[in-house]
């Protein structure tokens, strides 16, 4: 059984900053690829950004040079640290990883979701 976490969200005014986590925990060989989406009110699911296991990094246009995306292999986490917050990126931000078992075989995961919202 594997579980995401996600942790980090909250309110915060427009030019602010919050960091996002999101840990992954059960019977978990490695974790390859982390993507971060965010959906906001009535609008379609959006992807964020990627982590690759190999250490590389993309971004939505949209949060390119605000968003930065890292992870710790070693504790299976992803970060999502957001600077330069904007009205429009109030939404609900899921963690999503892509994950292989000891066994053998990989399966793709979702977290919970953490809310972020923007506001004066």
């Known amino acids: 059984q594997v579980q995401l976490v996600e942790s980090g969200g909250g309110v915060v005014q427009p030019g602010g900053s919050l960091r996002l986590s999101c840990a992954a925990s059960g019977s978990i060989l490695r974790v390859n690829a982390w993507d971060w989406y965010r959906q906001a009110p009535g609008k379609q699911r959006e992807w964020v950004a990627i982590a690759t296991r190999g250490g590389s990094t993309m971004y939505a246009d949209s949060v390119k040079g605000r968003f930065a995306i890292s992870r710790d292999n070693a504790k299976n986490t992803v970060y999502l640290q957001m600077n330069s917050l904007k009205p429009e990126d109030t939404a609900v931000y899921l963690c999503?990883?892509?994950?292989?078992?000891?066994?053998?075989?990989?399966?793709?995961?979702w977290g919970q979701g953490t809310q972020v919202t923007v506001s004066s």
């Open positions: 999503n990883a892509d994950i292989t078992f000891p066994g053998g075989g990989d399966k793709n995961y």
